[in-house]
């Protein structure tokens, strides 16, 4: 199975400063067609996840574009240029290249300093 | 507007059996494979099964293989989980999300709660 370990766990931020958290894959997380199937999803405090990013770096629709994702192989990262209140919450990236099963990471929590 | 709004979540016993819903609504159902997710009390999230969207290909965890079985009833866009030996482990919100062409859990439902305990 794919293990993701994300870093850092937690993530203090100051408001209008970014923040970045990366992902990183115990195999490499591209197809036989060259495609990598790599996602983030934000979890707010009391509700559901939401996607942000899907395949390594096309963000949702309605996702602040301060939100954007990198990546390729084993390694992944998400980035907030400048975090927001609303940013507060757990991160969590997931791959489906190599399934089942669908496998996230541990989550990281951005918290407000 | 989509929604996935699931119910049937419970406290029941070890041992116990439940069944899960989520009723799809606001986009065609059967166009859609569809998966339960999990997330323990102040855990993480966790797969636990996949069905294809004509209900032919189905996965589940190692965790749940044996125990728990995903179905769906394309003609009342219905998904399902019924969960048989339950165990104290399996105490979790039970989410049900979407998956279309490789582009999983753009929509996730708001959870149902099972908690199994004595």
């Known amino acids: 199975d794919v293990v993701l370990t994300q870093s850092p766990l937690s993530l203090p931020v100051t408001l209008g400063q970014p923040a970045s958290i990366s992902c990183r894959s115990s195999q490499r997380l591209v197809d036989s067609r060259g495609n990598t199937y790599l996602n983030w999803f934000q979890q707010r405090p009391g509700q559901s996840p939401r996607r942000l990013i899907y395949?390594?770096?096309n963000r949702d629709s309605g996702v602040p574009d301060r939100f954007s994702a990198s990546g390729s192989g084993t390694d992944f990262t998400l980035k907030i240029s400048r975090v927001e209140a609303e940013d507060i919450g757990v991160y969590y990236c997931?791959?489906?290249?190599?399934?089942?099963?669908?496998?996230f990471g541990q989550g990281t929590k951005l918290e407000i300093k | 507007e989509v929604q996935l709004v699931e119910s049937g979540g419970d406290l029941i016993q070890p041992g116990g059996s439940l069944r899960l819903s989520c009723v799809a609504s606001?986009?065609?159902?059967?166009?859609?494979?569809m998966h339960w997710i999990r997330q323990a009390p102040g855990k993480g999230l966790v797969w636990v099964a996949r069905i294809s969207d004509d209900g032919s290909g189905i996965n589940h965890a190692d965790s749940v293989k044996g125990r728990f079985t995903i179905s769906r009833d394309n003609a009342k866009n219905t998904l399902y989980l019924q969960m048989n030996s339950l165990k104290v482990e399996d105490t979790a919100v039970y989410y049900c999300?979407?998956?279309?062409?490789?582009?999983?859990?753009?929509?996730w439902g708001q959870g149902t709660l099972v908690t199994v305990s004595s």
């Open positions: 606001g986009f065609t159902f059967s166009d859609y494979w």
């Open positions: 997931m791959q489906n290249t190599h399934w089942p099963p669908y496998t």
């Open positions: 395949k390594v770096s």
């Open positions: 999300a979407r998956d279309r062409l490789a582009e999983p859990y753009d929509k």
